[in-house]
């Protein structure tokens, strides 16, 4: 079947606006940078006390050995803070034009229309959008940027903050703790219950610039939420790095959902820190969607430490040309009866790698605990790579562990079948791998089901020939 | 005359280097119904993935036509696009992708861009074919085969020929593992397609179909040929006296084509 592969295009989303930043910090990671950004951000002592500890800790931790290949990366050629406009936006007037602009291209005030409840848009480092709709604010949830709510909301901020992944935990969440710009917060009070997502979007538009956003996401007793971001990013010749950190306490029967999807140029080092903890009955989801990078480290973690809690993680991870995507999950089992899914979807094309990296622990108290895991693959040709490494550590007899992991590639049989009903071998193609990832897209709430199915499409041009 | 027609003529089809066909020559218009029949390991099975162009098999010699294009010039879904359908023996499972969202594509594939199947027509016709082959609505939402019965996978076969309602239509062993009702339902679905516009190759080894869908022309295939044709009546001789007779009459001792292919 001779078909001539389109020309590999230029990232999607690769446009490249005028930088308009005011203040950028130099290029490099040094105290004076770290004591800059504090002062800039006006914070109080503790913080820049904090940074400056996290710090410390960056420095002499070696860098990780395992997974991806960090050789290429190189703190000092990376500026770590921009502030892209003088002050916030609250209304959508007030965003300067050249920004909005960039938002227009990603289609964000349409989508703020049709079903956000509130926006909290970061571009660059700095959030210079941000609604929250009054019903939300009369429910009593707080849904800002973290800085903002850093300033407004100190004593629940300082509660909480670094206590689910501590500075301490690895060399990037060190890097975050020390250089930590934007993010979102949420707090949702107990027994409030909202289904309207709340939605940010995420972009890097400067060069070699790192966004080291922060999320912090507290669920009170009884309490539902549900968090959605989407990210992409243009491209650049130089590396950037995208360090994040996320954290989420999830309470006493309380529910959250995080939902990402990134999508970010193939420059990108995406290495990421996620972590939620779950006391008694509550559930956590992470719904995870990786697609792009230069590399991609990222394993969102539950730790269910009160019984019969519950976690939950369905991601995809997409790999193509010069791309590696090591991804997974992490479950900690360390109550009775909790219990945890894992269902992860990759798939490689045109040379990429994809590893499913996953942990899951049960601790001497579990028992009666369940975890089910589930590693499907698929690799879309000759050149394409894929693995599978899921740990195991079981300390209690007690309990109960499936795995399943499955490879497989897009089969002669399956595109003749499709093909003999008229569609195209890409159509055809398009349509098998769009059914392999089926089962997260239909976690999505609907226009981020729709651009997913864009971004696969366009994933898909130039993949057959 | 109306409809399409397909032509096949001194056919040479080999998978991996040995000869399956050796040269068949077959002409199927709009408004005819053929019956291929023969016993196992006779080419019936490769003459239909070879008309619809699957990759393994690979024509040596020979020519197909439809309304005198050259189909061996088109890939697999121009062949579609042109008019062809092949209802599978063993169709493959999609998983991901329900059963209507994969007729819509499937559709529209055949319409212009533009000029895509209206959503509610699209349902209404969905629903009434499923409710005249007797198909439970929720195949429509179910991933396509995945997990269906072999009776289902049939009938969604059939519901793929009526709802894309293509010129010239091969059905490769329909009948296969189907009880009686669920033989006469297919037969019904296959029946109500008969037009002036519809022609249609039947491939069977068990003459029982043919009690539900009469056929206008009968051919016996043995060693990679059509060894013999004929009207209905051919095929209830076979059914009474099975194939030795013309094996007999042709002077043929095995057959197959070489073991089994």
């Known amino acids: 079947m001779a078909k001539k592969a389109p020309e590999i295009e230029e990232y999607k989303y690769g446009f490249r606006d005028k930088d308009v930043s005011i203040f950028r910090t130099e290029r490099g990671l040094t105290r004076r940078v770290v004591e800059e950004i504090s002062k800039m951000k006006e914070e109080p002592q503790w913080m820049l006390d904090y940074r400056l500890k996290a710090l410390e800790h960056f420095y002499e931790r070696p860098m990780p050995q395992w997974g991806g290949d960090l050789s290429g990366l190189d703190f000092d050629e990376i500026v770590y803070y921009v502030k892209p406009s003088e002050k ?35 571009y660059e480092s700095e959030v210079v959008y941000h609604s929250l709709k009054e019903d939300l604010e009369n429910l009593g949830i707080i849904f800002k940027d973290t800085d903002s709510a850093l300033k407004e909301h100190e004593e629940l901020f300082k509660e909480y903050f670094g206590t689910v992944i501590p500075y301490s935990d690895n060399k990037f969440s060190a890097l975050n703790s020390a250089v930590w710009s934007g993010g979102s917060f949420i707090y949702v009070p107990k027994g409030v219950k909202t289904n309207t997502p709340l ?113 939950n993680t369905i991601s995809i991870a997409i790999a193509g040309k010069g791309q590696v995507q090591d991804a997974g999950a992490k479950m900690h089992h360390l109550a009775p009866n909790t219990s945890s899914t894992i269902v992860s979807k990759s798939f490689s094309k045109q040379g990429g790698n994809v590893t499913y990296r996953g942990l899951v622990h049960f601790g001497r108290k579990a028992d009666g605990a369940r975890a089910n895991i589930e590693c499907d693959t698929l690799i879309l040709d000759n050149e394409s ?81 | 005359m109306a409809g399409s027609t397909l032509e096949i003529k001194n056919l040479h089809v080999s998978i991996e280097g040995k000869e399956i066909l050796k040269g068949v020559d077959l002409t199927v218009k709009g408004g005819e119904f053929h019956a291929i029949m023969g016993p196992n390991g006779t080419g019936k099975s490769t003459l239909a993935s070879a008309i619809m162009g699957h990759p393994k098999y690979e024509v040596t010699e020979g020519s197909i036509l439809l309304d005198g294009e050259d189909v061996l010039e088109m890939e697999v879904d121009e062949r579609a696009r042109a008019g062809l359908f092949l209802a599978m023996q063993y169709p493959s499972e999609i998983s991901g992708v329900t059963t209507s969202d994969f007729l819509r594509s499937a559709i529209n594939a055949r319409r212009e861009e533009g000029d895509e199947i209206p959503l509610m027509k699209f349902i209404k016709g969905l629903d009434s074919d499923l409710d005249f082959l007797e198909i439970d609505k929720s195949m429509a939402t179910r991933y396509l085969n995945e997990g269906f019965s072999g009776g289902e996978k049939k009938r969604n076969e059939i519901l793929q020929l009526m709802q894309l309602k293509p010129e010239i239509a091969i059905l490769d062993e329909i009948d296969s593992g189907l009880d009686i009702d669920a033989l006469k ?39 990679g040929r059509v060894v013999k044709s004929g009207g209905p009546e051919l095929a209830q001789r076979l059914e009474a006296e099975g194939y030795d007779w013309i094996k007999e009459e042709l002077g043929i001792e095995d057959e197959t084509v070489e073991q089994n292919a």
């Open chain 1, 88 to 122: 916030q936006g609250r209304t959508w007037d007030e965003v300067p034009a050249e920004i909005k602009q960039t938002f227009d291209k990603l289609g964000i005030p349409e989508a703020e229309q049709k079903y956000l409840a509130g926006v909290s848009a970061q």
């Open chain 1, 199 to 311: 939605q940010a979007y995420f972009r890097i538009n400067s060069e070699n610039m790192g966004q080291f956003e922060r999320t912090l996401i507290i669920v009170d007793e009884g309490a539902s939420v549900h968090y959605v971001e989407g990210c992409t990013a243009p491209v650049y010749t130089t590396n950037s790095l995208h360090s994040a950190v996320v954290e989420i306490i999830v309470k006493k029967d309380g529910y959250c959902r995080y939902t990402t999807i990134q999508n970010w140029a193939n420059n990108v080092y995406n290495l990421v820190t996620k972590r939620a903890v779950c006391d008694a009955n509550a559930t956590m989801e992470w719904i995870d969607g990786n697609i792009g990078s230069k590399l991609t480290m990222k394993y969102p973690a539950i730790i269910l430490k009160g019984e019969g809690a519950r976690g």
């Open chain 1, 385 to 465: 790579m894929s693995d599978t490494i899921p740990y195991n550590e079981i300390l209690n007899d007690n309990i109960s562990l499936e795995h399943e992991a499955k490879v497989s590639k897009v089969s002669e049989e399956q595109l003749f079948y499709l093909m003999s009903r008229g569609l195209t071998e890409e159509e055809a193609t398009e349509m098998i791998v769009m059914g392999f990832i089926e089962p997260f897209t239909k976690e999505l709430p609907m226009e981020y089901a729709v651009e997913m199915n864009r971004l696969i499409k366009f994933e898909m041009e130039g993949s057959i020939g």
């Open chain 2, 185 to 223: 339902v297919v037969s019904k679905g296959i029946n109500k397609m008969r037009s002036e516009d519809f022609g249609c190759l039947i491939i069977t080894h068990y003459q029982r179909l043919l009690n539900y869908i009469t056929p206008d022309f009968v051919h016996v295939m043995m060693q």
